[in-house]
């Protein structure tokens, strides 16, 4: 079963649900099991010290685990930015170079970039914040290669700039494709069950602290509770790149659009 429905729900839904959810389980764990604790375990400031150094390995271990998985994440969220800044960086050096091209039939090629761009932006991106991808897209490239290709005999003329013009071409197909393939990145399933496991093998050791005031043992749990509970949602909320409301944003694809506005108005 995959997770991915998370990311349908709002980020701030989410994150307080995960807050509630742990504050919620931990908190009502540490009330119930107190006066058992107390009845069964004797409490001294030896067994506080034994407690505290299980505590402390135990947490040293955590939460070096969350900063490495923490760090990956924000790394294939990098990733994935960079691609879609090469991707659109590609769109705008094709459509200057067959912006240049003298054949009149260029124009069509060009409408084809914008028309590209746009079904990027309005179509593709909002699909695959939901996890699938419209097909139209991949319609659109085809035919743009297609007339790339024609274009061919027409540009004995102006060799290098359609040369110029097929490796921007191959370039923007490859950054597509790794865009594509990024839309179900994310730590493997082994390391959600750590995390998860983790946190609640961890947070009942709290609970054989020996604090004289109740309400200081709730007050302390309920604060490390919700510190990690707050990572476990950052890590859950860009742990897909392409999905949710804190996804990789189409702003590149938009900058293309104004840049390839921009040529058109020079060219006039």
């Not at 110029?164 to 179900?184: H, P, Q, T, Y």
Request: net charge negative; proline share 3%; charged share 15%.
């Amino acid at each position: 079963m995959d997770m991915y429905w998370i990311y349908d729900v709002p980020t701030w839904q989410l994150g307080l649900g995960i807050k509630v959810l742990f504050l919620a389980i931990s908190l009502t764990g540490l009330v119930v099991t107190r006066n058992v604790i107390s009845k069964y375990f004797h409490k001294s400031q030896e067994a506080d010290q034994a407690v505290s150094a299980i505590f402390g390995a135990i947490g040293m271990l955590y939460g070096l685990l969350l900063g490495l998985v923490a760090v990956a994440t924000w790394q294939n969220y990098d990733k994935i930015h960079e691609l879609v800044d090469q991707e659109s960086a590609s769109i705008i050096q094709l459509y200057r170079c067959v912006s240049v091209l003298n054949d009149p039939a260029h124009e069509a090629i060009l409408q084809d970039i914008m028309n590209y761009t746009k079904e990027v932006i309005q179509l593709e991106w909002p699909a695959q914040r939901h996890g699938t991808m419209a097909a139209s897209g991949t319609d659109l490239i085809t035919t743009l290669h297609q007339r790339l290709a024609q274009y061919e005999s027409l540009a004995t003329v102006q060799p290098i700039i359609y040369a110029e013009a097929v490796s921007a071409f191959s370039d923007l197909l490859k950054a597509r494709r790794m865009r594509i393939d990024g839309g179900n990145l994310g730590i493997p399933k082994i390391f959600w069950m750590v995390i998860i496991g983790g946190a609640f093998l961890s947070i009942p050791i709290l609970f054989f602290f020996n604090f004289p005031s109740f309400r200081t043992h709730f007050l302390l749990t309920g604060l490390y509770v919700f510190y990690l509970s707050g990572m476990v949602t950052l890590i859950a909320v860009l742990d897909n790149p392409l999905r949710g409301e804190l996804s990789v944003s189409s702003e590149p694809f938009e900058n293309a659009l104004k840049v390839m506005a921009n040529i058109n108005q020079h060219q006039r």
